[in-house]
Nanobody, 126 residues
Framework: QVQLVESGGGLVQPGGSLRLSCAASLRTISGRGMGWFRQAPGKEREFVAAISRSGGATYYTDSVKGRFTISRDNAKNTVYLQMNNLKPEDTAVYYC???????????????????WGQGTQVTVSS
């Protein structure tokens, strides 16, 4: 069992930045790939970024490449998502999740992730 808690969301103007955190408890996440997803109202949950167990490999959806950076600190059992140059279309609830055992460190399908946080709201608006 892994418990994930996201934080760092909020209201920001277009072009602004936010840093999301995902803190894990009950069990270490150092042996798992980790992912960030987001879900806007009326839309399906979509993949944003993922990071390998060591942090040496990352993967991003095209719409956030060059603007978002995923990182992790295994000593703190925490994963981060630095979001720069935010756009109104980035508005969504952001979730972190643990990649299920086996296979690549990332998958675009949310069903391939087994533990999820409760989400944190990010709103980009002037």
């Amino acid at each position: 069992q892994v418990q994930l808690v996201e934080s760092g969301g909020g209201l920001v103007q277009p072009g602004g930045s936010l840093r999301l955190s995902c803190a894990a408890s009950l069990r270490t996440i150092s042996g798992r790939g980790m992912g960030w997803f987001r879900q806007a109202p009326g839309k399906e949950r979509e993949f944003v970024a993922a990071i390998s167990r060591s942090g040496g490999a990352t993967y991003y959806t095209d719409s956030v490449k060059g603007r978002f950076t995923i990182s992790r600190d295994n000593a703190k059992n925490t994963v981060y998502l630095q979001m720069n140059n935010l756009k109104p279309e980035d508005t969504a609830v952001y979730y972190c999740a643990t990649r299920g055992p086996g296979g690549s460190y990332y998958d675009l399908n949310p069903k391939e992730y087994d533990y999820w946080g409760q989400g944190t709201q990010v709103t980009v608006s002037s």
